[in-house]
């Protein structure tokens, strides 16, 4: 029997694509599937098992031709049906992709901000700018010359003690490298390349193997400033200090310097700042060691300066009037994104 034309045929075959496509892409749990399943690809009484039938009544010259259009038709359904298997399988709801409303209104987005370090840090770099002091660099890895000989700090000293820090074993290195323990390694590397006059400050990271507290961590950040300029005094050093304390914790901030002792300044103090009624310890500084301007090849009789070291969590935690630096490393978003970084510096 060969009545059905060529056209009808197609047409019926597109009329089961569309209405597989609709059913297959909302159902929504495997009882609908299951249905699905029956009706379209069902062994004896399915759409597609139906529409094959009408394959056999189509005339012989058109029955290439409407072959591959089913075998295209009946692979599409099939496919239809894995895809809606696979997304009710992983729980997806129907038609996720088509269901998408553009009307509705959109969900807050979450806005990402710096940490809090980063902007004390760059705030920090930013006043030392203003104030001429030149932002640099230098290894986390370093040499014992760097770390401590040129710095004063000979083999027998205490501070190179091996649980005080982390020594990096090198094969055939002549001498362990380690993780630098303070910034004050970049002075050296600075003015081993340059000559006078010098305004630097280096932000980074140092590492000692303290047990982590409230105040602690084997790794936390320093501030290191190098000013080497002829004439230069503790007055300036100061004043440099004052005018940074000011500008970084807002308003007429005092500093208060108590003796102290660091191998590569003399005389050497411990810088504390008075905010909001309350002396803060911020760190360590000096006049530059004459042995630590001949170590880098200056001469002492005609070159000065003055360093300072001091602890960015420190910082960052006063001004921040967090309690225990541990947070800032906790990497917990409820407490990062109390730190706006909108309006800074
Ligand atoms: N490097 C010292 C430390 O880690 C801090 C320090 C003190 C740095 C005095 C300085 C300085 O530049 O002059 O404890």
Redesign the pocket.
């Known amino acids: 029997m060969t009545n059905l034309p060529l056209d009808a045929f197609t047409a019926e075959l597109q009329r089961l694509h569309a209405e597989a496509g609709q059913v297959l892409t909302a159902v929504a749990d495997d009882t609908a599937l299951e249905l699905a399943r029956v009706t379209f690809l069902g062994a004896k009484s399915g759409r597609i098992r139906q529409v094959q039938k009408g394959l056999g009544q189509v005339a012989k010259e058109d029955k290439p031709a409407a072959g591959r259009q089913f075998n295209a038709v009946k692979t599409a359904v099939e496919e239809l049906f894995a895809d809606a298997q696979q997304r009710i399988d992983a729980g997806a709801s129907p038609g996720a992709v088509e269901a998408v409303d553009v009307s509705l209104p959109g969900t807050p987005l979450r806005l990402g901000r710096v940490h809090p370090l980063t902007q004390t840090i760059r705030r920090v770099a930013a006043i030392m700018g203003y104030l001429g002091f030149e932002v640099v660099e230098g290894p986390e890895v370093e040499d014992q010359w760097h770390n401590f000989e040129a710095?004063a700090i000979p083999a027998e000293h205490p501070a190179r003690d091996p649980l005080d820090n982390f020594y990096i074993s090198v094969a055939q290195a002549a001498e362990p490298l380690l993780l630098r323990?303070?910034?004050?390694t970049v002075?050296i590397r600075v003015m081993e390349q340059r000559e006078p006059p010098l305004r630097i400050v280096s932000l980074g990271r140092?590492y000692r193997p303290d047990t982590a507290d409230a105040t602690h961590y084997p790794m936390f950040h320093?501030v290191?400033?190098?000013l080497i300029e002829p004439g230069t005094t503790m007055a300036h050093l100061k004043s440099v200090l004052r005018s940074f304390a000011s500008s970084f914790l807002g308003g007429d901030v005092h500093v208060r310097f108590r003796p102290?002792f660091?191998p590569?300044?003399e005389p050497?103090?411990e810088v504390d700042m008075e905010w909001n009624g309350r002396w803060i310890e911020m760190?360590?500084?000096?006049m530059?060691d004459p042995a630590v301007l001949e170590a880098v090849g200056y001469d002492p009789d005609v070159v000065s300066g003055?360093?300072?070291?001091?602890g960015v969590e420190r910082i960052a935690a006063r001004r921040f009037g967090v309690a225990d630096i541990r947070d800032f490393y906790r990497n917990d978003v409820r407490f990062l994104e109390q730190f706006s970084d909108r309006g800074q510096v």
Do not use: C, D, H
């Open positions: 710095l323990s303070q910034t004050s002075q140092v320093q290191e400033g190098l102290s660091f590569f300044t050497s103090v760190g360590g500084a000096g530059v003055f360093a300072f070291g001091l």
